[in-house]
């Protein structure tokens, strides 16, 4: 493409391939939360599932107690499997996290 003769081609080539460079990395979206912030939010995540899970649990005991009249036999088992289940969905969505570090690290080695 580039005439042999004209080495003026070759310079405006790399002045264009540069200017290209620049304006993709304009375009770049920019992380809008700083690491600490994303670290809290996974904390609330986790914290929230926890809390959820024991809700749900108490709300389920609750309801099968009050319809068979026996209170606390219910309630204090699905407590226990509210519970279960907030630190089961707690753990995996720590092995995600993990995950994502582990392959990010990977991949950052790879590029030195």
């Known amino acids: 493409m580039s005439d042999p003769r004209n080495p003026s081609d070759d310079a405006r080539l790399k002045v264009l391939e540069a200017r290209i460079a620049a304006a993709k990395a304009a375009t770049e979206p920019v992380p809008h939360m700083k690491k600490d912030y994303s670290q809290a ?4 995540r986790m914290v929230i599932e926890l809390v959820a899970g024991l ?5 389920i005991g609750y309801g099968l107690d009050t319809l068979l009249g026996t209170m606390p ?4 088992l699905f407590i226990g499997f509210g519970l279960a289940a907030g630190v089961k969905t707690m753990l995996r969505s720590a092995n995600e996290l993990q995950e994502r570090r582990l392959a990010k690290d990977a991949a950052d080695q790879r590029d030195d």
Do not use: D, K, T
């Open 55 to 59: 809700v749900i649990g108490f709300g």
């Open 73 to 76: 036999i219910f309630l204090v």
């Open 41 to 44: 939010q996974v904390a609330w």
